[in-house]
């Protein structure tokens, strides 16, 4: 079932997919003149934080995760980023080294734009710098949105939001008929809500009893996106 009417996604998307989507050909050539394509395994890394960009990278299939590292290696995931979305640009735009780390979360199919090339096509087109400038403002709000959130809500009502996020990532890769499977790991989940694993073990499996979801394994099945709305109490 679509959630458009009853919780307001817009505010936690980035929606980067826009930017490439239907482009000057002019734009799509400077933008393709030296792009590759690769498959990136599980886990694989994409940059690391504190290095400089060669380039942004695109994604075809798949899924990648941004995240920062503390001093003591612990991860705090940013976003979650999926088919026809980029990363790694920010960086690129503010000449500055990458603010944050982004890696593989599935086996995925992700193209790469040097560096040079995605200069090129920004001073060439307008479209293309509207559409950055507009993506990056509205980035700036989600994240507002993201540090409000872990600062007034509590762990059960963070997860009943990350859960519906997430099931929108891969509602849009879902073919099947049935239930949609989240395909992540406690870890990954409970970096993403801003808590500790077992907190995170312990609400969904609240969650189960009540049945709002279903798992098999480190997948989630969401039942009732509705009661997770209730839930995330999100106006």
Do not use: C
């Not at 009417?5 to 933008?31: A, T």
């Not at 976003?79 to 960086?91: D, F, I, S």
């Not at 479209?127 to 762990?155: D, P, Q």
């Amino acid at each position: 079932m679509s959630i458009k009417g009853i919780f307001p996604i817009d505010k936690w998307d980035f929606k980067s997919e826009s930017i490439m989507h239907d482009l000057p050909q002019e734009v799509y050539e400077l933008l393709e003149k030296h792009k590759s394509e690769q498959i990136y395994k599980k886990n694989n890394v994409l940059f690391r934080e504190g290095t400089f960009p060669s380039g942004i990278f695109f994604i075809a299939r798949g899924k990648v995760k941004k995240y920062k590292t503390d001093k003591e290696g612990k991860e705090q995931i940013i976003y979650l980023a999926g088919p026809g979305e980029l990363v790694g640009y920010h960086a690129i735009l503010s000449g500055d080294r990458y603010p944050d780390s982004a890696a593989v979360m599935e086996d995925s199919v992700i193209s790469f734009i040097p560096k040079e090339d995605f200069i090129k096509a920004v001073e060439f087109s307008p479209v293309l710098n509207y559409r950055l400038l507009k993506t990056l403002s509205h980035e700036f709000g989600v994240l507002a949105n993201n540090l409000t959130m872990i600062a007034h809500k509590t762990v059960k009502e963070r997860l009943a939001v990350q859960l519906i996020i997430i099931r929108e990532k891969y509602k849009l890769s879902n073919t099947g008929e049935g239930l949609i499977e989240i395909n992540i790991s406690r870890d990954d989940l409970a970096n993403l809500v801003g808590t500790a694993r077992e907190n995170v073990v312990r609400v969904l499996t609240e969650f189960k009893n009540e049945g709002i979801l279903e798992t098999r394994g480190r997948k989630i099945m969401v039942q009732d996106v509705n009661r997770l709305v209730t839930i995330a109490n999100q106006k």
